[in-house]
């Protein structure tokens, strides 16, 4: 196993609740990655760090917000869940140029 | 619009067949990967293809970069069930930094 996982794996919540995964490392890569899954698209990219405090929009952030305070912990914040944001999401961890080692995933249910 | 586009999105075979999956792109990538993702687990990676027109063979699979680095194919030979999975290929994107994901090919070989 590659040290990554993510927490919760499975939450149910209401629609304008805000809602926080966690993603954590014992790799010490220097990327990490937010995907979500949905059926037809495949991963697309949320947010992603390339360090502690530094941060990127992905492809479909909008909704979404990051943080990354210590390099093993990247924190994904839905501020105000919408029935939109039911998803499986999943954390990556990478160095440059390597492959990505994902977490097992997160189910999100908004109600 | 995908950057990487996959095909085909659904593809449901017999054992023993043979079959190819595509992986295009208007773009050039300096390298892509291979993943194959089993239901309620992440992505893992099979291969990179760096070089264009290289071929990698990983038992019954063979992958190939084309020679202007857009595209990447995935053949299986005498497919077996335990092929059955979501294929995905991803390449690197801003210096490396992203790493991006087609929709993948969900596969399933029936006995």
């Known amino acids: 196993d590659a040290g990554i996982t993510q927490s919760p794996r499975h939450k149910v919540t209401e629609t304008g609740t805000p809602v926080t995964l966690r993603c954590h490392q014992t790799?010490?890569?220097?990327?990490m990655y937010w995907y979500r899954q949905d059926p037809g698209h495949g991963l697309r990219l949320i947010h992603y760090?390339?360090?502690?405090?530094?941060?990127d929009k992905g492809e479909v952030s909008d909704g979404y917000s990051v943080s990354r305070s210590k390099t093993e912990d990247f924190l994904l914040t839905l501020e105000s869940a919408t029935s939109s944001q039911t998803s499986v999401y999943f954390c990556?961890?990478?160095?440059?140029?390597?492959?990505?080692?994902f977490g097992q995933g997160t189910r999100l249910t908004v109600v | 619009t995908q950057l990487l586009e996959q095909s085909p999105q659904f593809l449901s075979i017999q054992e023993g067949e043979n079959l190819t999956v595509y992986c295009n792109s208007s773009?050039?990538?300096?390298?892509l990967q291979w993943y194959r993702q089993e239901p309620g687990e992440g992505p893992v990676l099979l291969v990179t293809?760096?070089?264009?027109?290289e071929v990698k063979k990983l038992k019954r699979l063979t992958f190939q970069f084309g020679d202007a680095r857009k595209d990447s194919s995935l053949h299986i030979t005498a497919a077996q069930p335990g092929d059955t999975g979501l294929y995905l290929c991803?390449?690197?994107?801003?210096?490396?930094?992203?790493?991006?994901f087609g929709e993948g090919t969900q596969l399933t070989v029936n006995p």
């Open positions: 990556a961890i990478r160095s440059m140029n390597t492959e990505a080692f």
């Open positions: 790799e010490n890569h220097r990327y």
């Open positions: 760090s390339y360090g502690v405090k530094d941060t």
């Open positions: 773009s050039v990538f300096s390298s």
């Open positions: 293809v760096v070089t264009g027109g």
């Open positions: 991803a390449g690197p994107r801003d210096s490396g930094s992203r790493l991006t």
